[in-house]
Nanobody, 122 residues
Framework: QVQLVESGGGLVQAGGSLRLSCAAS????????MGWFRQAPGKERAFVAG????????YVADSVKGRFAISSDFAKNTVYLQMNRLTLEDSAVYYC???????????????WGQGTQVTVSS
C-alpha cells in the first residue's frame, strides 16, 4: 500500500507561483514513477507532469511546459510541482499519483492522493 498526501495548494493571484508537495509513504520503489494531474470543475482529469522517483526522467504536458517543473526527493519520499506564472486556467484540484511507469495516462497509476485545491484569481 502507498499513501500520498498533497499540500501547498491555495489562493494565488494570476502571475504568481505555488509549489505543491506530495509526501509518499508505504511501498515506494526508486524505479516507480510519480505524476501530477489536475481536474477543474466540469472538465476531465488532465495530466500535468510526471517523474521517475530517481528524478532521471521527467515528462511535462505541453499546456504547462515552461511554467511548471516537477522534481523529486527520494530521500524525503516527496515529489514537488513548482508552478510559475499561474493563469486562471490553472485553477483546479491537483492530484499526485504513483505508478509503475512514467505515463500521461491516469490508468497507469495505481495510487492517488486526495488532492489539493489551487485557485488562481485575477
Amino acid at each position: 500500500q502507498v499513501q500520498l498526501v498533497e499540500s501547498g495548494g491555495g489562493l494565488v493571484q494570476a502571475g504568481g507561483s505555488l509549489r505543491l508537495s506530495c509526501a509518499a509513504s508505504g511501498h515506494i520503489f526508486s524505479w516507480y514513477a510519480m505524476g501530477w494531474f489536475r481536474q477543474a470543475p466540469g472538465k476531465e482529469r488532465a495530466f500535468v507532469a510526471g517523474i521517475s522517483w530517481s528524478g532521471l526522467n521527467t515528462y511535462v504536458a505541453d499546456s504547462v511546459k515552461g511554467r511548471f517543473a516537477i522534481s523529486s526527493d527520494f530521500a524525503k519520499n516527496t515529489v514537488y510541482l513548482q508552478m510559475n506564472r499561474l493563469t486562471l486556467e490553472d485553477s483546479a484540484v491537483y492530484y499526485c499519483a504513483q505508478g509503475k511507469r512514467l505515463s500521461a495516462f491516469g490508468s497507469e497509476y495505481d495510487y492517488w492522493g486526495q488532492g489539493t485545491q489551487v485557485t488562481v484569481s485575477s
